[in-house]
């Protein structure tokens, strides 16, 4: 089956614990993207990647890193996290943006105590 | 810059009323448009998705979408909605081979029995 695959779906943690969540597809796509989800917001791009090695910033990439070194997964790290880092996070991925929009893994819920 | 606005923050239906949910979107050129849902707890799945040819687009579910090019408009209908149905609506939109889906704020359906 077709899917992105992240992990964990929830994930508690204090302040300043290095974390990492994991986002990897199985459809071969180019592009990757990180999003954030919080209230009245919507989504917001944290980072994007248009291939193995090729990354860049979105919207909201302050306190975030991420990397591709193999096309099939796009980490997202947390180095210090903080309380304003609490929110739903969702990986994606397309093979052409434009066209077919994004395919969304199930979310990992990050609560920062 | 790309934009995308959903007027509607919640709405709420009565089961078997017909449904229509607002996007505006601003653009120059020509853009892709999408409509998600996300159904409480779950991510995002994509209902259906405009690039280019008839401005009447069907997707799944039973919802359909209006391209106007003059209202800068991409509406999502539905002509009798069901109990399963509720849930977080998102338009959005990008450009031939960008690397942005831009989304909007979203619109929480209630549907009432």
């Known amino acids: 089956e077709a899917q992105v695959t992240q992990n964990p779906r929830y994930l508690i943690t204090v302040t300043g614990k290095k974390l990492t969540v994991t986002c990897s597809q199985n459809?071969?796509?180019?592009?990757m993207s990180w999003y954030r989800q919080d209230p009245g917001l919507g989504l917001r791009q944290i980072y994007y990647?248009?291939?193995?090695?090729?990354?860049d910033k979105g919207d909201v990439p302050e306190g975030y890193k991420v990397s591709r070194k193999e096309k099939r997964n796009f980490p997202l790290i947390l180095e210090s996290p903080s309380p304003n880092q609490t929110s739903l996070y969702f990986c994606a991925s397309s093979s052409a943006l434009g066209v077919d929009g994004y395919t969304f893994g199930s979310g990992t819920r990050l609560t920062v105590v | 810059a790309q934009s995308v606005t959903q007027p509607d923050i919640h709405i709420t239906v009565s089961e078997g009323a017909s449904l229509e949910l607002r996007c505006n979107y601003s653009?120059?050129?020509?853009?892709?448009l999408f409509w998600y849902v996300q159904s409480p707890g779950q991510g995002l799945q994509l209902l259906l998705k405009y690039f280019s040819g008839d401005t009447l687009v069907q997707g799944i579910k039973g919802f359909e979408a209006e391209f106007k090019r003059s209202q800068s408009s991409f509406n999502l209908r539905k002509p009798s909605v069901h109990w399963s149905d509720a849930a977080e609506y998102f338009c959005?939109?990008?450009?031939?081979?960008?690397?942005?889906?831009?989304f909007g704020t979203g619109t929480r359906l209630q549907v009432f029995p």
């Open positions: 990647s248009m291939n193995v090695e090729v990354t």
């Open positions: 459809m071969n796509h180019e592009y």
């Open positions: 653009y120059g050129a020509t853009p892709y």
């Open positions: 959005a939109v990008a450009t031939y081979n960008t690397d942005k889906l831009i």
